[in-house]
Structure formats: structure tokens, C-alpha cells
Nanobody, 121 residues
């Protein structure tokens, strides 16, 4: 079993910054992909930023130039630095990881519990 624990959400004024953290723990052999999604009320969950296999990164167009994803492989942790926040960034942010728990075995998808980010205008 794998656990993803997020932290760093909160309330911030427009133009402000927040940094989210997500630490993975448990039965981890390798992490193939890890990143952040968000879900605003009444909307579908969407990709914000993620590392895919290797070191490539993907960003939603709406956050390019404002958000930066980084990681600490030794700690199985990813971070999301969010700058120039806008009210439309308000959502629950979820950490996601694609994990293999043994050298031979399936990749399984795990989600964190979510952390609320609220940006006031």
C-alpha cells in the first residue's frame, strides 16, 4: 500500500503564492509518474502539472509561467510552487502517483486526500 500526504494549501489573495508538497510513502519500488491535479466545484478534475516517465513535465496551459513542479526523488516528494495566483485557481488540489511496489508487478494509481487552495480577489 502507498500513501500520499499533501500539505501547503490555504487561503491567499490574488497575486500571492503558495507551495504545495506531496510525500509518498509505503511499498514503493519505483514511481513512474507523479504530479498534481485539481478540481473546482462543479468541474471535472484536471491536470495541473506532472512529471511523466523520465524527467519530462507537463503543465496545464492555464498555469504555464506561474506554477512550477519540482521533486526530491530521494524523499519521494513533489512540490508545486504556485505564483501569481488567480481566483480561478481556487480548487481542491490532489497529488497523484503511478507506483510500482515490486520489481515485477503492476503500476497502480494512487491519490492523496486533497488540499484546498482558495484565492480571494
Amino acid at each position: 500500500q502507498v500513501q500520499l500526504v499533501e500539505s501547503g494549501g490555504g487561503l491567499v489573495q490574488a497575486g500571492g503564492s503558495l507551495r504545495l508538497s506531496c510525500a509518498a510513502s509505503g511499498s514503493i519500488f519505483s514511481i513512474n509518474a507523479m504530479g498534481w491535479y485539481r478540481q473546482a466545484p462543479g468541474k471535472q478534475r484536471e491536470l495541473v502539472a506532472a512529471f511523466s516517465r523520465g524527467s519530462s513535465t507537463n503543465y496545464a496551459d492555464s498555469v504555464k509561467g506561474r506554477f512550477t513542479i519540482s521533486r526530491d526523488n530521494a524523499e519521494n516528494t513533489v512540490y508545486l510552487q504556485m505564483n501569481s495566483l488567480k481566483p480561478e485557481d481556487t480548487a481542491v488540489y490532489y497529488c497523484n502517483a503511478d507506483v510500482r511496489s515490486a520489481m515485477v508487478g503492476p503500476h497502480l494509481d494512487y491519490w492523496g486526500q486533497g488540499t484546498q487552495v482558495t484565492v480571494s480577489s
